[in-house]
């Protein structure tokens, strides 16, 4: 089995900043790949980066110089740290096994101007 979960969202104004974590349990202890993606109401699913345990984590370029993506892998937890918040940043952010259906549910940041 498994399981993603997303935590660390919230309400959170313009400038400032939140951690994400998301851990993983059952089979998804030991994947190389796991990414951030948000959605936005009205808009398409993004890609916000990528963790890897054999290379330095990857980064749109919307957000590269603001959020930074780490890793504890004796907590199986990825982490993503956000700065200099704005509204646009407002949306459902999820992570995923890369390359496979495997989500979590998601949770939501909120950016208030």
């Known amino acids: 089995q498994v399981q993603l979960v997303e935590s660390g969202g919230g309400l959170v104004q313009s400038g400032g900043s939140l951690r994400l974590s998301c851990t993983a349990s059952?089979?998804?202890?030991?994947?190389?790949?796991l990414a951030w993606y948000r959605q936005a109401p009205g808009k398409e699913r993004e890609w916000l980066g990528a963790?890897?345990?054999?290379?330095?984590?990857t980064y749109a370029d919307s957000v590269k110089g603001r959020f930074t993506i780490s890793r504890d892998v004796a907590k199986n937890t990825m982490y993503l740290q956000m700065n200099n918040l704005t509204p646009d940043d407002t949306a459902v952010y999820y992570c995923?096994?890369?390359?496979?259906?495997?989500w979590g549910r998601g949770t939501q940041v909120t950016v208030s101007s």
């Open positions: 995923r096994i890369a390359e496979t259906n495997y």
């Open positions: 059952g089979q998804a202890t030991m994947v190389n790949v």
């Open positions: 963790s890897r345990l054999d290379d330095d984590p």
